[in-house]
């Protein structure tokens, strides 16, 4: 499981570090406090919205049998194109000050079909319980809920609690009470959970279970027989840099204390085929993915088996091609393009 590894100058934005946030929230409170004195005509009530997480977790039906709280929770995000059109956003706030929610008559077709549009500051509130939010799918394989419990609850709970939410198309909500729980869940990974990986991303507004695809990942990967020399944190950023963006490097071989692979962590773009391999000083060497079971071993593509392949015939034709001439004068390729339209991808498993 997520090896710790040193993070080598790999930057992301901390989650929910915004220096801002906290005179945002005063703001918020204040604006809720003063559209409540400001009249009953404005459709805007908050009483009932969740201020805090702690608030989510004690409404009613939470977690409970009739899951209410949780249908309404997937409803929100489904069918809502809301949000791609700023202008009219806008518009809509500087026109009508306090008005947080309004509908706008409009026709598909013969049909009617109002358009609901909700303001800033109400979306603000509407985000709020959500904020240390992280939305999860194991990648290649069902999980069932008690199941990912029981897993999630051993490797992220530390300082405070978590809350699972089964959304559409097998992803799930986890809700964190604590923010560097929150944090080294989105932060050390990869994550497996048996054998695959456990995608990890933070929760974010509009999010939309049925429509949404996985396009990059974290992977280790490994590179088999490197020379010594090149176990150094700055030539293995710069190769991992060209198989994806780089995310770290296993503290084994930094250490050099693992001489047999390199253990490198890379963030994958899963819709273009992975890089399998590259050379130094002409040599070749292969690129072997970790726990991609997935993985295409055709096309070098993740989603489908070789037997389900579309790109069979011709591009597997092309890659046997395409190795016989870089292989030539190199004795080291030990992957080469097999039979059967398999291409030089491997999947180790860990
Ligand atoms: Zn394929």
Excluded at 289 to 318: P, Q, V
Aim: proline share 3%.
């Amino acid at each position: 499981m997520a090896d710790g590894g040193a993070l080598l100058g790999h930057k992301k934005p901390i989650p929910n570090h915004d220096p801002e946030k906290s005179k945002d929230e005063s703001d918020l409170q204040e604006r809720s406090t003063k559209k409540k004195k400001d009249g009953e005509h404005i459709f805007s009530s908050h009483s009932s919205l969740p201020k805090d997480y702690s608030d989510v977790v004690n409404m009613k039906g939470f977690d409970g049998e009739g899951g209410s709280y949780r249908d309404k929770v997937t409803g929100k995000t489904v069918g809502g194109e809301y949000g791609s059109d700023k202008e009219e956003e806008e518009k809509g706030g500087e026109e009508d000050e306090g008005v947080c929610m309004k509908v706008e008559e409009c026709l598909v077709g013969d049909y009617e079909c109002p358009n609901f549009i909700f303001a800033k500051q109400e979306e603000k509130c509407l985000y709020r319980p959500w904020r240390r939010g992280v939305i999860v799918k194991l990648l290649g394989r069902r999980i069932g809920y008690k199941a990912l419990e029981t897993r999630l609850k051993q490797m992220w709970v530390r300082k405070g609690v978590i809350n699972i939410i089964d959304l559409s198309n097998d992803y799930y909500l986890v809700a964190f009470s604590n923010e560097e729980d929150q944090y080294a869940a989105l932060m050390d990974g990869p994550w497996f959970i048996y054998d695959h990986y456990l995608t990890v991303k933070e929760w974010s507004p509009n999010f939309h279970p049925a429509s949404d695809t996985i396009k990059e990942l974290a992977v280790w990967l490994r590179i088999s027989g490197l020379p010594i020399e090149y176990y150094d944190s700055r030539i293995l950023n710069f190769i991992d840099n060209r198989v994806g963006k780089t995310v770290k490097v296993d503290k084994n071989t930094l250490t050099q204390e693992r001489g047999k692979y390199a253990r490198l962590c890379v963030q994958v773009n899963l819709t273009k085929p992975l890089l399998v391999m590259f050379t130094i000083k002409n040599r070749k060497y292969n690129i072997e993915y970790e726990g991609l079971h997935l993985l295409c071993t055709t096309c070098g593509r993740f989603g489908h088996y070789k037997e389900g392949c579309s790109e069979k015939g011709m591009e597997s034709a092309a890659k046997r091609d395409d190795q016989g001439n870089a292989g030539k004068g190199d004795g080291s390729c030990q992957n080469a393009a097999g039979s059967g339209g398999d291409g030089p991808w491997r999947v180790v498993h860990k």
